[in-house]
């Protein structure tokens, strides 16, 4: 059975492609949250990492930090081959406020081998160069494999972006993947619930993979949750 717009069941032998999304904007650098929202992000996702390397080393992790823009950090590689995360989420060279549908736009591009719409944007033009492999005027995708696909998104503000992220959620939904999306902040008002309700997947007795979680330890808590597999609701 398919279900459409919904969290899609996998057997548990199979391996899984995660992208986790951290929100580098400004405001990630208050305090509300101890020792920091950035540092309750960075520690969380070392969380998902150990995890994974403990009980799926073969598991591939790819990480995304996003503001206005979005960067690729680390291209998806084995959750046992991860050193230092701290690094990879400094090395960033981002400024600017926040949008959702750039970080998406990127995790679509590298699970499909297509830009969304490029047009004549010189941007886009370069992300089908670096997530395309040209071999006898043949292109082909990087990630051609039939892993199971997921999107962590986390963020602890509202989307300033032009376009609608909504979209291109929708267009990976379409290809299987599954999104969960988490607020983080001193409050549910310091997100926009609704939007990232609408960006997540859904399970298949309808909830929503959204939650707002104002703390480090339940923080962690959730990803390490996150870093199992997939079951059926």
């Not at 199979?14 to 305090?31: A, C, K, P, V």
């Not at 990492?49 to 680390?74: N, T």
């Not at 972006?161 to 290809?175: R, T």
Request: aromatic share 6%.
């Amino acid at each position: 059975m398919k279900y459409l717009n919904t969290a899609t069941p996998v057997q548990f032998d199979r391996r899984e492609t995660l992208f986790t999304m951290i929100d580098l904007s400004g405001s990630m650098y208050t305090d509300d949250i101890e020792p920091s929202r950035i540092d309750a992000a960075i520690n969380a996702n070392k969380e998902i990492i150990k995890v994974k390397k403990r009980s799926y080393p073969d598991d591939k992790i790819g990480i995304i930090s996003f503001q206005a823009s979005a960067k690729l950090l680390l291209s998806p590689k084995c959750s046992k081959d991860i050193d230092d995360l701290n690094v990879i989420v400094n090395d960033t060279g981002l400024e600017g406020g926040t949008d959702f549908t750039a970080p998406l736009e990127l995790a679509y591009n590298y699970f499909t081998g297509k830009v969304v719409n490029p047009g004549n944007s010189p941007i886009k033009k370069l992300l089908s160069l670096i997530f395309f492999e040209q071999d006898n005027n043949v292109v082909t995708s990087r990630n051609n494999d039939n892993t199971t696909k997921r999107i962590i998104l986390l963020t602890d503000g509202e989307h300033l972006g032009k376009s609608n992220p909504v979209y291109i959620a929708e267009k990976l939904k379409e290809i299987g993947v599954t999104i969960d999306c988490i607020g983080i902040g001193g409050s549910p008002e310091d997100v926009d619930e609704e939007l990232l309700k609408q960006i997540a997947s859904r399970n298949p007795d309808g909830s929503i993979r959204y939650c707002f979680i104002g703390d480090q330890e339940n923080l962690i808590r959730k990803y390490s949750s996150l870093a199992h597999h997939l079951r059926v609701v």
